[in-house]
């Protein structure tokens, strides 16, 4: 049975003190990507200190490896992104301040991009939580199979990043060489098949994570799964408002939206 007390307690505080540093250094920095920064390092955080607040169980510890295998890839790729270098705020940030009244985008800032964001990162490793405090289950082939998923939607977002990244390098030395880039954006690959395949992926790893309850011996749908059903939620509106920027700055990007699933990869509708 689920049940609170210092294996949730500490990791809740260390998610308090995250939100109210990063409120603190939007305010000072005037720049609002310090969660982005965070977000790739906080999952594995609290990932171990479930696990080690709860004694290193197996599974546990599994969890948090899996966690740390995801959370390092993923710094990696915001890291040569330029996103911890001074002034690498989001482009959306930026736009969402263009589009709302300075004293509502301060608002914003410190209920959604500090304190809603740092809450929802804690809530999707929250089924780390769950294994941790659950039955002493010893590992089984459901933990192999689970495992082997979870990497699988690792390597998937690994190779759609790459894709994005080669894809992005190209275009940069194209008009550094002063020449019209060939494409605009990305439609072949993993792109040809989702608009989002990176965000497919990234969400996919998360919803394995819970599958791990089941492993244990648990129901697989309890608490911890809110946080990861808000996660989707996060990406689907982010997604959305992504492409209503791209459209603007590309309208030719509307046909490739008629032609290629948003999210979930499929194959694409012949051109009219």
Same mark, same amino acid.
């Given at each position: 049975?689920?049940?609170?007390?210092?294996?949730?307690?500490?990791?809740?505080?260390?998610?308090?003190?995250?939100?109210? /540093?990063?409120?603190?250094?939007?305010?000072?920095?005037?720049?609002?990507?310090?969660?982005?920064? /965070?977000? $790739?390092?906080?999952?594995?955080?609290?990932?171990?200190? =479930? *696990?080690v607040l709860s004694g290193l169980h197996p599974r546990a510890v599994l969890m948090a490896v899996l966690a740390t295998a995801w959370g390092v890839r993923l710094t990696y790729n915001?890291?040569?992104? @330029?996103?911890?270098?001074?002034?690498?705020?989001?482009?959306?940030?930026?736009? /969402?301040?263009?589009?709302?009244? %300075?004293?509502?985008?301060?608002?914003? $800032?410190?209920?959604?991009?500090?304190?809603?964001?740092?809450?929802?990162?804690? @809530?999707?490793?929250? %089924?780390?939580?769950?294994?941790?405090?659950?039955? !002493?289950? %010893?590992?089984?082939?459901?933990?192999?199979?689970?495992? *082997? #998923?979870?990497?699988?939607?690792?390597?998937?977002?690994?190779?759609?990043?790459?894709?994005?990244?080669? &894809?992005?390098?190209?275009?940069?030395? *194209? !008009?550094?060489?002063?020449?019209? +880039?060939?494409?605009?954006?990305?439609?072949? @690959? #993993?792109?040809?098949?989702?608009?989002?395949?990176?965000?497919?992926?990234?969400?996919?790893?998360?919803?394995?994570?819970?599958? &791990?309850?089941? *492993?244990?011996? #648990?129901?697989?749908?309890?608490? @911890?799964?809110?946080?990861?059903?808000?996660?989707?939620?996060? &990406?689907?509106? $982010?997604? !959305?408002?992504?492409? =209503?920027?791209?459209?603007?700055?590309? +309208?030719?990007? !509307?046909?490739?939206?008629?032609?290629?699933?948003?999210?979930? +990869?499929?194959?694409? $509708?012949?051109?009219?």
């Open positions: 049975m689920v049940i609170l007390g210092p294996v949730f307690d500490i990791p809740l505080a260390v998610c308090a003190g995250a939100a109210a /540093l990063c409120w603190a250094l939007n305010v000072l920095t005037e720049e609002c990507s310090w969660v982005d920064r /965070l977000w $790739s390092i906080l999952p594995p955080v609290y990932a171990w200190l =479930f *696990a915001f890291a040569r992104k @330029g996103g911890y270098a001074r002034g690498g705020e989001d482009y959306r940030w930026q736009a /969402l301040r263009e589009l709302m009244p %300075p004293w509502a985008f301060q608002v914003f $800032s410190l209920l959604f991009i500090a304190g809603y964001q740092n809450a929802l990162i804690f @809530g999707f490793t929250l %089924p780390a939580y769950v294994v941790a405090v659950g039955p !002493r289950t %010893p590992l089984n082939a459901l933990d192999l199979l689970f495992t *082997a #998923l979870f990497v699988a939607a690792l390597v998937g977002e690994t190779v759609a990043d790459q894709q994005q990244w080669s &894809f992005h390098q190209k275009k940069k030395a *194209a !008009r550094a060489r002063g020449e019209a +880039p060939e494409e605009l954006f990305l439609t072949q @690959g #993993l792109f040809a098949y989702s608009r989002h395949p990176n965000f497919f992926f990234e969400q996919s790893q998360w919803w394995i994570f819970t599958l &791990f309850a089941i *492993a244990a011996g #648990l129901p697989w749908l309890n608490f @911890g799964v809110a946080g990861v059903t808000l996660l989707t939620m996060l &990406f689907d509106g $982010s997604s !959305r408002f992504t492409e =209503f920027l791209t459209v603007r700055k590309y +309208p030719t990007y !509307r046909e490739y939206q008629s032609r290629v699933s948003r999210m979930i +990869p499929w194959f694409a $509708s012949r051109k009219q």
